[in-house]
């Protein structure tokens, strides 16, 4: 997963000592190019990574596979001092477009909504941080997001059992109503209390997805830290800024909407994203961009309680 080594040089370049490991002749060639090129020291591995993992211990370890990168997890999990990075590319699995496939790979029920890259996203965090638990692992999310076609997270890791057991608190499951949007969360290992019918329509079209993440997928502090880093000579400074300053202010919720849907729910004319989150301020609700789209905004409003006080007026 070294592929051009790229990473591996931008580590070095902060005085990082290195390792780079991929499987494939070029992509190794060029990462020791690249890391010579550079002036940099660094050691570039031939070899499956999963057994280097289980051999050598790494203070930070970056998981960057094409699709999913559960093949690799059981490894790093198990041997990582300080932090693990995850990018998955496998957005339909994970999301629930590709329900069987996000069941197997996964170990939890992905369901498909108008939330799919945060529903993609807690999918993979639950994932995760189960898997990090099976060695007495605590693995929080420090900063997470999800840009064009991958999700990307940042863990965290303490290495006492009862860290593991207290974070694994954040897990439960998500009661969606495909006909109204209205969701509410419980937390638990299994869902103790799923609804026949939704509690705002009536209506029987509800899915339960789970388990997942319910809990921060950033951290404020840090994420703000990061973006300080930034610096213009940063070919993607633009982009990075925005992500990073919108999951540092994105509030706690586990879903999010997306403003377009529900207008067009309600056949309403959409007003403007920072109007219409001014709305739900201004009526006492929490409320906040979220990274996952242009139109997507996080509040403490129920469905209901969003149309009463943002809903645009349709003569408008
Ligand atoms: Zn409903």
């Known amino acids: 997963m070294a592929a051009s080594g ?3 040089v931008r580590a070095a370049a902060e005085g990082y000592t290195v390792t780079c490991c991929d499987i494939d002749d070029e992509a190794v060639d060029l990462a020791r190019a690249n890391l010579a090129r550079n002036d940099f ?6 070899r499956n990574v999963n057994a280097l993992l289980h051999e050598s211990m790494f203070d930070v370890v970056d998981l960057d596979p094409f699709g999913t990168p559960i093949p690799f997890v059981d490894a790093a999990f198990s041997t990582t001092r300080n932090m693990v990075c995850v990018t998955a590319t496998d957005t339909a699995p994970l999301c629930g477009a590709h329900m069987q496939s996000g069941i197997r790979k996964y170990s939890a029920v992905p369901q498909n909504t108008d939330y799919h890259p945060e529903m993609g996203l807690r999918t993979l965090l639950s994932s995760l941080i189960r898997t990090a638990a099976r060695y007495d692992v605590a693995a929080t999310p420090i900063c997470s997001h999800v840009s064009r076609h991958y999700a990307r997270t940042y863990l965290e890791l303490d290495h006492r059992a009862t860290e593991a057991d207290s974070l694994l608190e954040n897990l439960g499951f998500i009661h969606h109503c495909e006909e109204c949007l ?3 969360h419980e937390f638990g290992h299994y869902p103790e209390s799923v609804p026949e019918s939704c509690s705002t329509c009536g209506s029987n079209r509800l899915l339960t997805a789970g388990p997942i993440w319910l809990g921060p997928v ?3 502090e840090f994420t703000t830290a990061v973006r300080t880093q930034l610096s213009p000579e940063m070919g993607s400074i633009n982009r990075a ?11 706690d919720t586990p879903t999010h909407y997306d403003q377009h849907r529900l207008c067009k729910q309600w056949g309403v004319p959409a007003n403007s994203m920072d109007d219409f989150i001014d709305d739900l301020r201004n009526a006492g609700y929490e409320a906040s961009h979220a990274h996952y789209s242009g139109t997507a905004f996080k509040t403490t409003a129920t469905v209901g309680e969003i149309r009463e006080a943002a809903a645009p007026d349709p003569d408008n």
């Open 41 to 46: 020291d660094g050691t570039v591995e031939q």
């Open 241 to 251: 800024d925005k992500t990073l300053s919108t999951v540092a202010a994105e509030i």
């Open 218 to 220: 950033a951290d404020s």
């Open 182 to 184: 209205a969701r509410r």
């Open 6 to 8: 790229i990473r591996g």
